[in-house]
């Protein structure tokens, strides 16, 4: 069983990965941060509240974390893909409130659990906030996954930088200027984790529970959203539970080792650098990032994933 900490900002597919991540029999969850991104903090953490108390599972602390990125700058959120609140037509019940725990909480947590995963599925800010507060954090945390960057391929915020890594690109350079073992799952493979409304009609006719009974409304959302962007896409990428399958699964994609830079300003802001060059020098850092991966290997594992029962 993998004990993880998971960064969010949910947002659906976000959503989706707060699910996968309950659901699944081999994840401990340990805590959720919850920040700015897609949405508001506020709103990330009420739609997390929601999950977790769909779930049954409201003892998962929900830790405050970052509501904007470190350059100060107010942030951009997008609701055209997410839905108003972040959840598509989905909205928690009026008046419903998540809780936060403080973020020195995550300190505690780590120092009493061995061998964690940090999962970091939106904007790095309160990631980079975790290194730059704690001591040896990078050494106490057996590994990071992140979702985040495009290399060699277009991005999907400007030409070249993906959301994430746009969003708060000096905490995303900090990251993988520090942290030791750390796996990107950029666009380059999560632009292929495609969903469809076929997956989903499979997993609600093997599971019934008031967690999985909503994913329909936030699909066909999130689906009309991709189908504007590209047209005849007929299902949608959950670019943050690839992340976390990945990371149960890691046989299931292939990785090249790199040095990574995240370019900070101007045109290039949160464009995502590493040399693929044959005669590139060799890298220092532990930093992989996944370039391929079994599409159908994925496909069953979500399906598997979220068809199983809750509470088990
Ligand atoms: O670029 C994809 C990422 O940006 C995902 O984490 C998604 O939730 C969006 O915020
Ligand atoms: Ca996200």
């Given at each position: 069983?993998?004990?993880?900490?998971?960064?969010?900002?949910?947002g659906i597919d976000?959503?989706?990965?707060i699910?996968?991540?309950?659901?699944n029999?081999?994840?401990?969850?340990?805590?959720?941060v919850?920040?700015?991104?897609?949405?508001?903090k506020q709103?990330?953490?009420?739609n997390?509240?929601y999950?977790l108390?769909?779930?049954?599972?409201?003892?998962?602390?929900?830790i405050?974390g970052?509501?904007?990125?470190?350059?100060?700058e107010?942030?951009?959120?997008?609701?055209?893909?997410?839905g108003?609140?972040?959840?598509?037509?989905?909205?928690?019940p009026e008046?419903?409130?998540?809780?936060l725990?403080?973020f020195?909480?995550?300190?505690n947590i780590?120092?009493?659990?061995?061998?964690?995963t940090i999962?970091?599925?939106?904007?790095?800010t309160?990631l980079a906030?975790l290194?730059?507060l704690?001591?040896?954090?990078?050494e106490?945390?057996?590994?990071?996954?992140?979702?985040g960057?495009?290399?060699?391929?277009?991005g999907?915020?400007?030409a070249?930088?993906?959301?994430?890594?746009?969003?708060?690109?000096?905490?995303?350079?900090?990251?993988?200027?520090?942290?030791?073992?750390?796996?990107?799952v950029?666009?380059?493979?999560s632009?292929?984790?495609?969903?469809?409304m076929?997956h989903?009609?499979?997993?609600?006719?093997?599971?019934n529970?008031?967690l999985?009974n909503?994913?329909?409304d936030i699909?066909?959302?999130?689906?009309?959203?991709?189908?504007?962007?590209?047209?005849?896409l007929n299902g949608a990428?959950?670019?943050?539970?690839?992340?976390?399958?990945?990371?149960?699964?890691?046989?299931?994609g292939r990785v090249?080792?790199?040095?990574?830079?995240v370019?900070?300003t101007?045109?290039?802001r949160?464009?995502?650098?590493?040399?693929?060059?044959?005669r590139?020098?060799?890298?220092?850092?532990?930093?992989?990032?996944?370039l391929?991966f079994?599409?159908?290997?994925?496909?069953?594992d979500?399906?598997?994933?979220?068809s199983?029962?809750?509470?088990?």
């Open positions: 069983m993998k004990k993880i900490i998971l960064f969010a900002d949910p976000d959503s989706f990965a699910m996968y991540a309950l659901l029999p081999e994840i401990d969850l340990l805590a959720i919850s920040s700015y991104g897609n949405v508001t709103q990330a953490t009420d997390i509240a999950l108390e769909l779930a049954g599972r409201s003892d998962i602390p929900i405050g970052a509501n904007s990125p470190l350059s100060g107010i942030p951009t959120y997008y609701p055209e893909i997410h108003p609140e972040g959840l598509g037509p989905i909205k928690p008046g419903f409130s998540g809780e725990t403080n020195s909480e995550l300190y780590i120092k009493e659990n061995d061998d964690i999962v970091d599925v939106g904007r790095n309160s906030n290194y730059l704690g001591e040896n954090i990078a106490e945390i057996s590994a990071f996954y992140i979702m960057g495009a290399f060699l391929v277009p999907n915020v400007t070249s930088a993906e959301a994430n890594f746009y969003g708060d690109p000096v905490a995303s350079n900090l990251l993988v200027s520090k942290l030791d073992n750390l796996y990107i950029p666009l380059n493979v632009n292929k984790a495609i969903i469809t076929e989903i009609n499979t997993i609600l006719q093997m599971s529970n008031p999985i909503i994913i329909d699909m066909q959302f999130y689906m009309a959203a991709y189908e504007k962007l590209i047209p005849g990428p959950l670019h943050d539970v690839l992340t976390l399958s990945l990371m149960i699964n890691p046989a299931m090249v080792r790199k040095d990574v830079d370019l900070l101007d045109e290039g949160g464009t995502s650098i590493a040399d693929f060059r044959e590139a020098e060799p890298a220092d850092k532990n930093i992989f990032i996944y391929t079994d599409y159908y290997w994925f496909v069953n979500f399906i598997r994933v979220m199983s029962p809750l509470n088990q």
